[in-house]
Structures are given as C-alpha cells and as structure tokens.
Nanobody, 127 residues
Framework: QVQLVESGGGLVQEGGSLRLSCAAS????????MGWFRQAPGKEREFVTV????????YYTNSVKGRFTISRDRAKNTVYLQMNTLKSEDTAVYYC????????????????????WGQGTQVTVSS
C-alpha cells in the first residue's frame, strides 16, 4: 500500500502564492508518475499537472501553465506544487495521486488511471 499526505493549503488573496506538498510512504511506493488534481464545489475532479518520477518531465493543464510548477524530491518521496498568481477560480480541494504504471499523457490526465490518492487539501483564493 501507498499513503499520500498533502499539506500546505490555506486561504490566500488573488495574486498570492501557495506551495502544496505531498509526501508518499509505503513499502510498495515505486511511482511512474505523481500528479495533482483539484475539485471545486459542485464540479468534477480535474487534472492539474503531472510529473514523471524518473525523468522529471512535466505536463500542465492550460489554465495553470505559467503560474503553477510541479517538482519532486525523490530522496524525500515528496512532490510539490508551487502556485503563483492565484485566481479565484483556483479555489478547490487539491489532491495528489500516484501510480506505478507507465502511461502517456492522455491516460495520465484521466482520474481513472490513478490508484492512490491523498485526502486532499483546501485552497481558497479570495477576490
């Protein structure tokens, strides 16, 4: 089993920044990728970004390109999401996820692909 624990959420004004962390643990933790998703009130969970664990290759959804940066620390089994220039529409619960199976971008964007999820951390951006 793999456990994921997110932290770093909170309340921030528009234009501000937050940094989320997701720490992974478990003897079977051997990821191909780790990703961030978010779910706003009344909406479905959506893809935000993903990082390929070995290469560091990253993908982003268009709405966060240039504002969000995903990174990882392999020694700490931790993935980060640096969020800058936050907008009110970024308000959501943010979840990290991981999976060990190699897949292309279109599959990695799909919620159904991921086997392990964190409990989520709330990000609220006030206007």
């Amino acid at each position: 089993q793999v456990q994921l624990v997110e932290s770093g959420g909170g309340l921030v004004q528009e234009g501000g920044s937050l940094r989320l962390s997701c720490a992974a643990s478990g003897r079977t933790f051997s990821p191909y990728a780790m990703g961030w998703f978010r779910q706003a009130p009344g909406k479905e969970r959506e893809f935000v970004t993903v990082i390929i664990w070995s290469s560091g290759i990253t993908y982003y959804t268009n709405s966060v390109k240039g504002r969000f940066t995903i990174s990882r620390d392999r020694a700490k089994n931790t993935v980060y999401l640096q969020m800058n220039t936050l907008k009110s529409e970024d308000t959501a619960v943010y979840y990290c996820a991981t999976d060990r199976y190699s897949s292309g971008y279109e599959v990695l964007r799909s919620i159904a692909h991921w086997n392990y999820w964190g409990q989520g951390t709330q990000v609220t951006v006030s206007s």
